[in-house]
């Protein structure tokens, strides 16, 4: 990989476990995500869909 | 001044009219700032400080823009560092947007001259946290708990323009 081209870091008050569920729960990430759905196992080497509200 | 060193942006569930004031009314500052005050004069032309909570001065300048709710402007030097005061002036932008029913808050960081990447650690360390911390006493009343030094990469760098 290149060096990065986009960094961006924020403080929000709550827990890491909370930010982790954010980033990877659906019900949390629809929400974020401007309603598009995340497809993925989260495992290492899975693959990574996000798909737009209507699918 | 030239192009930006920095710049963050940051989006707030608020009206550009509660983001001005926060940004300018000391009640506000002092919640999300690192407990500074800003001491502002309402024209460009006025003069520009942030004050300590023991009343040393942290930051003074000019206001170069005063346009709310859209967009204020100040120049900025480092005051309570004697290394950092006689740097030349940074310009500090912040520019306030309506977007849906939020606002979209943009800081940017302007330098005059070719300033060393570790002098800039201190603003792209401070900023997110001054700006998260403000975003969430507009959207929640309270600030966020944190606690931050000067970075090393800085305290170097200052060390190094001395030599």
């Known amino acids: 990989m290149n060096k990065p081209s986009f960094v961006y870091v924020t403080f929000i008050r709550a827990s890491a476990d909370k930010v982790w569920d954010a980033l990877t729960v659906p019900e949390f990430t629809a929400k974020t995500w401007f309603g598009m759905r995340h497809e993925t196992d989260w495992k290492p080497g899975s693959p990574w869909r996000l798909l737009f509200p209507d699918g | ?163």
Request: aromatic share 10%; hydrophobic share 40%; charged share 25%.
């Open chain 2, 1 to 163: 001044m030239n192009k930006p060193k920095f710049v963050y942006v940051i989006y707030i569930a608020s009206t550009p009219e509660k983001v001005w004031e926060a940004l300018t009314s000391p009640d506000f500052t002092k919640q999300y700032f690192f407990g500074r005050t800003i001491e502002i004069e309402p024209q460009a032309g006025g003069s520009f400080i942030l004050r300590m909570p023991d009343g040393r001065v942290d930051v003074k300048g000019n206001v170069v823009e005063w346009s709310p709710p859209r967009r204020l402007s100040v120049t900025w030097t480092v005051d309570w560092m004697p290394e950092m005061r006689d740097l030349p002036e940074c310009l500090v932008t912040y520019d306030i947007a309506q977007a849906g029913e939020s606002v979209r808050l943009t800081m940017t960081e302007a330098h005059q001259w070719d300033v060393p990447e570790g002098l800039l650690a201190g603003g792209r360390a401070g900023w997110p946290a001054i700006l998260s911390s403000l975003k969430s006493v507009l959207e929640t009343g309270k600030p966020l708990s944190l606690k931050m030094e000067p970075p090393k990469e800085m305290l170097e760098a200052l060390q190094a323009l001395k030599r």
